[in-house]
């Protein structure tokens, strides 16, 4: 079976594509980025992934251009059997879903798809969507399969998670799904069935819920912080020894391109009706907001040197998208702070190396909890850490 996965250079489509190849499929991973796909030829994996270059590396020595191919180019789809479509899916500037994207991936790829293909969604979805691809192209005439088959891993560990967690599919018909449930399981000997609806829910309840679970700990980090109390001692006494409380999240900012735009995309769904989700996104949202605030309690920011460690969205990961840590910055700059931001993982020429950056702010913001910070003795510097990975 030969598949090609549309938006294949992207942190979701990328691992998938290599571990498919892996699996003994033949893969043509198309991405509009050309430059990234010339680096994927060149052998180099072009963000932080556990095992993605090593994995990239052993594909290339063993495929040599056969099982494996990178390509900018959408023609590669029509000799296919499989189209698994995995871009970027927005919310725009109303917090509204963006479909833009995936109808225009789609009308991209039309000329060249054929009768008896199978496309396979991969992309998180605004529900209804699915159908409405299905039917656009029973419209234009092609008798083509459609399956929505949501990617749940946490980005930077996609190539251990694809294999550890159930997959959930749905289709459009009976053979649809039963390519889906081939195409899985070769990853997973657990595969879950719902409906296309269903599952474009499963997939959009999942990071509502992980969300909101992130605000219930950040707004208790932040009331326990306006009694002076420390939030992460009360923490450890409610989850120590006791499963119930096994799952209460450390406090830190949820950003990262998905749980932020899937929660509106969920409140979008019901008519904005969803006071849960919205509740969470201004209690995340403002927590570095409620952090300058704290800071100006003590401090006369004005023309102080402040620094942040940390840019990532996430730990020990190069992805700086919807990362909170840069509206700490910005809120800091309207303070006439002046900031100094260091990252290990982050190229960017106004950054500054972690040692100036300790050796010359007084007061420091931990922006992502890398794990390198854990181990930093800071003796002159205030440090506020909402993370809780400097312990005192
Ligand atoms: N990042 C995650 O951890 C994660 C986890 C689960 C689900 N998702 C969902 O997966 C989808 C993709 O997310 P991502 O983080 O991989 O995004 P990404 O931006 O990293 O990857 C998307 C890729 O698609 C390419 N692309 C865009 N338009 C294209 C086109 N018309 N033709 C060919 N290639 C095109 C881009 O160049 C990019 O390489 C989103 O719907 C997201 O919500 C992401």
Same mark, same amino acid.
């Given at each position: ?24 499929? /033949? ?113 234009? @005439?092609?008798?083509? @399969? ?31 799904? /039963?390519?889906?449930?081939?195409? #899985? ?19 959009? #309840? ?24 420390? #939030? ?19 406090? @830190?900012?949820? /950003? ?137």
């Amino acid at each position: 079976m030969k598949i090609a996965v549309v938006g294949g250079g992207g942190h979701v489509g990328l691992p998938l594509s290599l571990l498919l190849a892996d699996k003994g499929y /033949a893969v043509q991973v198309i991405d509009c980025d050309a430059a990234k796909i010339e680096a994927l030829k060149r052998g180099e994996f072009p963000f932080l992934e556990e095992g993605g270059q090593a994995l990239l590396t052993k594909l290339l020595r063993r495929a040599a251009g056969h099982t494996l191919v990178f390509s900018a180019e959408s023609n590669l789809v029509s000799d296919c059997d499989v189209v698994i479509l995995v871009v970027g899916t927005p919310v725009d500037e109303h917090m509204n879903p963006n479909l833009t994207p995936v109808y225009a991936v789609i009308e991209q790829i039309k000329p060249f798809l054929r009768s008896g293909q199978v496309v396979i969604l991969r992309s998180t979805l605004f529900p209804g969507t699915s159908e409405k691809i299905q039917a656009a192209l029973t419209a234009g @005439g092609l008798d083509v @399969g459609v399956c929505f088959c949501p990617e749940r891993i946490a980005q930077g560990h996609a190539l251990r998670e694809l294999q550890e967690f159930p997959q959930i599919i749905s289709g459009s018909s009976k053979s649809a799904l /039963a390519v889906a449930r081939k195409v #899985f399981s070769s990853l997973t000997s657990k595969i879950v069935e719902l409906s296309m609806t269903e599952a474009e829910l499963a997939k959009l #309840f999942t990071n509502a819920w992980r969300y909101i679970k992130f605000a219930v700990a950040n707004q208790f980090y932040m009331i326990a912080a306006d009694k002076g109390l420390d #939030f992460y001692r009360i923490r450890d006494a409610m989850v120590q020894d006791y499963g119930r409380a096994a799952d209460f999240p450390l406090a @830190g900012f949820a /950003a990262g391109p998905c749980l932020f735009k899937d929660t509106m995309q969920l409140a979008a769904f019901n008519r904005q009706n969803f006071a849960l989700g919205h509740s969470a996104m201004l209690l995340n949202e403002t927590l570095p907001d409620f952090l300058v605030e704290r800071a100006k309690l003590s401090y006369a920011l004005k023309g102080m040197r402040v620094g942040i460690l940390g840019m990532a969205f996430k730990a020990d990961n190069d992805d700086k998208r919807e990362s909170l840590a840069y509206k700490l910055r910005k809120l800091l700059l309207y303070e006439n702070a002046v900031v100094l931001c260091t990252d290990p993982y982050i190229q960017d020429p106004e950054f500054e190396s972690l040692q100036s950056v300790l050796s010359s702010c007084e007061l420091i913001f931990i922006g992502c909890p890398h794990s390198m910070y854990r181990t930093i003795k800071f003796d002159k510097q205030h440090v506020i850490d909402c993370w809780g990975i400097v312990r005192t």
